[in-house]
């Protein structure tokens, strides 16, 4: 088992950036891809981004892409999504997974085996 933990969801004005932490506990030994959704009120979960085992893959949803960026660190068990020329739009609860596909990359959340709680990002306009 392995505990999801993000962290620096708040309010943002639109055009600012925002750096959002995930923080891995448990079971860190085993390899894992990682990976960022989002779920805005009233709509399903989406893909944002996704990094494979050791950094080797990353891919993007085409909403967030050249403004986002997914970036890990396995020293720390840490994961970050840095989020630059926010849009209204980009408002969500935003949700850390890893998935057990250590060197696969997977978009779906059917794919992924642990979630945190999610960090809500506010973008006022």
């Known amino acids: 088992q392995v505990q999801l933990v993000e962290s620096g969801g708040g309010l943002v004005q639109a055009g600012d950036s925002r750096r959002l932490s995930c923080a891995l506990s448990?079971?860190?030994?085993?390899?894992?891809?990682m990976a960022w959704f989002r779920q805005a009120p009233g709509k399903e979960r989406e893909f944002v981004a996704t990094?494979?085992?050791?950094?080797?893959?990353?891919r993007y949803a085409d909403s967030v892409k050249g403004r986002f960026t997914i970036a890990r660190d396995d020293a720390e068990n840490m994961v970050y999504l840095q989020m630059n020329s926010l849009k209204p739009e980009d408002t969500a609860v935003y949700y850390c997974?890893?998935?057990?596909?250590?060197?696969?990359?997977?978009?779906?959340?059917?794919?992924?085996?642990?979630w945190g709680k999610g960090t809500l990002v506010t973008v006022s306009s």
């Open positions: 997974a890893a998935t057990t596909k250590a060197f696969q990359v997977v978009t779906t959340p059917r794919g992924m085996d642990y």
């Open positions: 448990g079971r860190t030994s085993s390899s894992y891809a």
């Open positions: 990094v494979t085992w050791r950094g080797s893959t990353t």
